[in-house]
């Protein structure tokens, strides 16, 4: 079955505790994104990746960090948690990353919702 | 930074009656995509518009490219339950890789 995964699905942790959030996509998918979802804020994008080794920052990538060593895992590193990262965050992944891209749709995983204390 | 702005932000219809709610953006987008987020998931592409001036439908949806490149419109006709949800609008901006989506139209429908 076709889709982007994330874990854990729910995390909970207190500020500076350095952690990780990892996605995969089995699609072969070259675009690769995080988001985070904030009440009456929508989906805010944090970092894309248009392939393997090439990442770059979204709309709000203060206190984040990406990876993209292989094409199916794009892991989100948060370095020193604090309480304004609390959120709801999404990966999503479509296939091209590069002529097609304003006609490929995005597909996204089931969300990671964190708590920081 | 490019935005979005959705309206109405939430919606109490009763079942059976039509929905619509529109998109607007400062600057030009090529592209015009409607997602529904499910409680608990993730967002879901409903339609995606990719002309000036088109208008497309999903069964029950249907949405509309505005012909300045700066709107967009989803109708949803004769809603039923399963239509409660958050309805994004959003696109890749132009000019770069990066997506934007709005703030959304959270749709309840009571029986």
């Known amino acids: 079955e076709a889709q982007v995964t994330q874990n854990p699905r729910y995390l909970i942790t207190v500020t500076g505790k350095k952690l990780t959030v990892t996605c995969s996509q089995n699609?072969?998918?070259?675009?690769m994104s995080w988001y985070r979802q904030d009440p009456g804020l929508g989906l805010r994008q944090i970092y894309y990746s248009m392939n393997v080794e090439v990442t770059d920052k979204g709309d709000v990538p203060e206190g984040y960090k990406v990876s993209r060593k292989e094409k199916r895992n794009f892991p989100l590193i948060l370095e020193s948690p604090s309480p304004n990262q609390t959120s709801l965050y999404f990966c999503a992944s479509s296939l091209s990353g590069t002529r097609l891209f304003e006609q490929e749709t995005q597909y996204f995983g089931p969300g990671t919702r964190l708590l920081v204390l | 930074g490019q935005q979005l702005n959705q309206s109405p932000q939430s919606m109490f219809i009763q079942e059976g009656e039509d929905v619509s709610m529109n998109c607007t953006s400062s600057?030009?987008?090529?592209?015009w995509l409607w997602y529904k987020q499910d409680p608990g998931e993730g967002p879901v592409l409903l339609i995606a518009l990719y002309k000036a001036g088109e208008l497309t439908s999903n069964g029950r949806l249907t949405a509309q490219f505005g012909i300045t490149r700066k709107d967009s419109f989803l109708n949803i006709s004769a809603s039923i339950p399963s239509d409660v949800g958050i309805y994004f609008c959003a696109g890749p901006t132009s000019g770069t890789y990066k997506y934007i989506f709005g703030t959304g139209t959270r749709l309840k429908v009571l029986a």
């Open positions: 600057s030009i987008f090529n592209t």
């Open positions: 699609m072969n998918h070259e675009y």
